[in-house]
């Protein structure tokens, strides 16, 4: 004669012990999840941020200078804005500079339509820290004149 019982009470205890190996595993993927999410280093650290030049024609190339540290070997997108009572969106650009601290020098291209006046440059880096976290830094530049 079969003891179903028996049979009842084993399978009870292989679902039992099946629910809380599966409990432990969502809760590990969890820490996992949060901590690629909501937890990261620093990966960049702007010294300085300055345009080299005060005053520059529509059309000229604007110099900058960036004294930074960056602690993550991961390739950055860099958005450049000018600022004024107008939002000028530069070219975004890729970059993938050496880990440590430096100075930078980077050029970029004034519209020929931008308005003559005071501008703030305004450069926002992207670090892509895994599939669900982009870590971004803004940093400002002081006032520079645009002129015709």
Known sequence: MINCDKDIK???????????????????????FTRETFFYPTMLEVNSFEVVEDSIKRGDMLTYRLDICKYADKTVQIHR?????VVINLPSIQANLPM????????VTVPGYAPSGKYILRSTVD?????????SYAHETGLFQITE
């Open 100 to 107: 440590g601290c430096q100075t930078i020098v980077r050029k």
């Open 127 to 135: 670090f892509r820290i895994n599939s669900f976290k982009t870590v």
């Open 81 to 85: 804005t000018l600022l004024n009572d």
């Open 10 to 32: 084993i399978i009870e205890k292989i679902f039992y012990k099946l629910g809380i190996l599966a409990i432990i595993g969502l809760g590990i993927i969890m820490m996992i």
